[in-house]
């Protein structure tokens, strides 16, 4: 099920999917339409004769005119959409353009004006003219007067949505979001007040409990997109086994590569090995759903972007560093999932490779931290960002991290800061830090 519900958002994230599903309504509400007129007999007189089309040579003339405009400004809309997409490639990051691809006010306005353009069609094909009896679909004809409207209204609204969404700080805060998003859906719990480490076991130990020990391989090269956790467990445990997971969500994995080891006392029969590999989806690309770090470093190349010589903007960076702080200082107090699975009788089944809090932090401010040479402003700022994460780690290991993080921002703030009042700025924020 879990399968499913991953396919189901990579569909929706698509740029056809949600135009598709609009054609297809279009033609069944065209169909619909055309067949209330052909029961319905409409009179044409009183306030109904200021809306409803009495003559065919008007109505072809009506749909004629709506589906050559929509046509057009559906050209016109891939044209500002591709411009957009260009714009945020060589501003932002080629990685970027999934995000804008993912914006749904984009999807529905192509998928209707292209609709709009077929229902026109459908219901121009509809009109009848012998005999002396002409068949003039008036309902369906008002509902594309009606339609066209509406896409003179969505096409103010798309322009205005491209304008803004090319913008940095717009950029930044829908990443933010997303994160945000994503680590609540990931980490929803909080460490509360015992802060106790998680139950560890003797991997060794559990490991020698059993005489079969198989190397699970990857059947083609790709990024591990998603792991079905739950339906592995089930595997698993049905066979008596030990799996331990050498790679996570967005690893990139190599034709025959290991993705880990399955320990058992008896050999795997071929249906069972088949199950287990298809919980492992492996694509082209990385995707956000497991893997946190594709979604940092998104904001990371933005940041990275904006400290190169040939830009040398350190507010676009400020600002990722601002909204990466308040990702991590959720995770500070947030609970991050033990590598160790156990099934229901308290038996280790998994030992996976998760993320933790260092490796988040390393992802967040390693890159950022080595491009900020010689911009002591974002020098300065990460080492205050350092300090507000350290606020709410309370967690031993998380401090170390944080602690680690800002000595290497210190060394490197001494090594290329040269003026005097700079580095002491710099010096004073290190020893909340460092002195603790």
Same mark, same amino acid.
């Given at each position: 099920?879990?399968?499913?519900?991953?396919?189901?958002?990579?569909?929706?994230?698509?740029?056809?999917?949600?135009?598709?599903?609009?054609?297809?309504? $279009?033609?069944?509400?065209?169909?619909?339409?055309?067949?209330?007129?052909?029961?319905?007999?409409?009179?044409?007189?009183?306030?109904? @004769?200021?809306?409803?089309?009495?003559?065919?040579?008007?109505?072809?003339?009506?749909?004629?005119?709506?589906?050559? =405009?929509?046509?057009?400004?559906?050209?016109?809309?891939?044209?500002?959409?591709?411009?957009?997409?260009?714009?945020?490639?060589?501003?932002?990051?080629?990685?970027?353009?999934?995000?804008?691809?993912?914006?749904?006010?984009?999807?529905?306005?192509?998928?209707?004006?292209?609709?709009?353009?077929?229902?026109?069609?459908?219901?121009?094909? #509809?009109? @009848?003219?012998?005999?002396?009896?002409?068949?003039?679909?008036?309902?369906?004809?008002?509902?594309?007067?009606? /339609?066209?409207?509406?896409?003179?209204?969505?096409?103010?609204?798309?322009?205005?949505?491209? #304008?803004?969404?090319?913008?940095?700080?717009?950029?930044?805060?829908?990443?933010?979001?997303?994160?945000?998003?994503?680590?609540?859906?990931?980490?929803?719990?909080?460490?509360?007040?015992?802060?106790?480490? +998680?139950?560890?076991?003797?991997?060794?130990? $559990?490991?020698?409990?059993?005489?079969?020990?198989?190397?699970?391989?990857?059947?083609?090269?790709?990024?591990?997109?998603?792991?079905?956790?739950?339906?592995?467990?089930?595997?698993? !445990?049905?066979?008596?086994?030990?799996?331990?997971?050498?790679?996570?969500?967005?690893?990139?994995?190599?034709?025959?590569?290991?993705?880990?080891?399955?320990?058992?006392?008896?050999?795997?029969? +071929?249906?069972?090995?088949?199950?287990?590999?298809?919980?492992?989806?492996?694509?082209?690309?990385?995707?956000?759903?497991?893997?946190?770090?594709?979604?940092?470093?998104?904001?990371?190349?933005?940041?990275? @972007? =904006?400290?190169?010589?040939?830009?040398?903007?350190?507010?676009?960076?400020?600002?990722?560093?601002?909204?990466?702080? #308040?990702?991590?200082?959720?995770?500070?107090? $947030?609970?991050?999932?033990?590598?160790?699975?156990?099934?229901?009788?308290?038996?280790? @089944?998994?030992? #996976?490779?998760?993320?933790?809090?260092?490796?988040?932090?390393? =992802?967040?401010?390693?890159?950022?931290?080595?491009?900020? /040479?010689?911009?002591?402003?974002?020098?300065?700022?990460?080492? +205050?960002?350092? !300090?507000?994460?350290?606020?709410?780690?309370?967690?031993?290991?998380?401090?170390?991290?944080?602690?680690?993080?800002?000595?290497?921002?210190?060394?490197?703030?001494?090594?290329?800061?040269? +003026?005097?009042?700079?580095?002491?700025?710099?010096?004073?924020?290190?020893?909340?830090?460092?002195?603790?």
């Amino acid at each position: 099920m879990k399968k499913l519900l991953f396919f189901w958002k990579e569909l929706m994230a698509t740029f056809w999917f949600v135009p598709a599903l609009i054609i297809g309504f $279009a033609v069944i509400l065209s169909i619909g339409f055309v067949s209330l007129d052909s029961y319905i007999d409409l009179p044409q007189d009183g306030w109904l @004769r200021f809306f409803l089309v009495n003559s065919s040579d008007s109505a072809r003339s009506i749909l004629a005119t709506i589906s050559g =405009a929509m046509i057009g400004v559906a050209g016109t809309v891939f044209s500002v959409t591709l411009v957009a997409l260009t714009l945020a490639s060589s501003q932002f990051g080629p990685r970027l353009i999934k995000n804008f691809m993912y914006v749904r006010l984009n999807q529905i306005v192509l998928g209707s004006y292209i609709s709009t353009y077929l229902y026109c069609l459908l219901v121009l094909n #509809a009109i @009848r003219d012998y005999d002396g009896y002409s068949f003039i679909p008036s309902i369906s004809i008002l509902v594309a007067i009606f /339609a066209a409207i509406v896409n003179i209204v969505l096409l103010i609204i798309f322009i205005h949505q491209i #304008a803004v969404s090319i913008q940095a700080d717009k950029v930044i805060s829908d990443i933010s979001n997303l994160i945000s998003k994503q680590v609540k859906v990931l980490f929803p719990e909080k460490m509360g007040d015992g802060l106790k480490d +998680e139950k560890v076991f003797d991997e060794d130990e $559990a490991i020698s409990a059993y005489k079969e020990h198989t190397t699970i391989k990857s059947p083609k090269a790709g990024y591990l997109q998603y792991i079905d956790n739950e339906a592995v467990m089930e595997i698993v !445990t049905k066979n008596d086994s030990l799996t331990l997971l050498n790679q996570g969500p967005g690893s990139f994995l190599v034709k025959g590569g290991e993705i880990g080891v399955l320990h058992s006392n008896n050999e795997w029969e +071929e249906e069972s090995m088949k199950k287990l590999m298809e919980q492992f989806i492996i694509g082209k690309t990385k995707t956000s759903q497991q893997d946190l770090n594709y979604s940092i470093h998104q904001m990371v190349e933005i940041a990275a @972007r =904006a400290l190169s010589p040939g830009v040398n903007d350190p507010y676009t960076a400020i600002a990722c560093i601002d909204n990466l702080t #308040a990702t991590l200082c959720y995770l500070a107090e $947030a609970k991050f999932p033990s590598k160790y699975r156990v099934d229901e009788e308290d038996n280790l @089944r998994i030992i #996976a490779d998760v993320l933790n809090f260092e490796g988040v932090l390393d =992802a967040a401010f390693n890159q950022i931290r080595q491009f900020s /040479a010689g911009s002591t402003a974002v020098v300065i700022k990460l080492m +205050e960002a350092l !300090t507000t994460i350290l606020n709410f780690t309370k967690k031993e290991s998380y401090k170390k991290s944080v602690i680690k993080h800002a000595e290497m921002v210190y060394r490197q703030g001494k090594e290329t800061i040269k +003026e005097t009042n700079d580095l002491q700025d710099l010096t004073e924020r290190a020893n909340k830090i460092l002195k603790k």
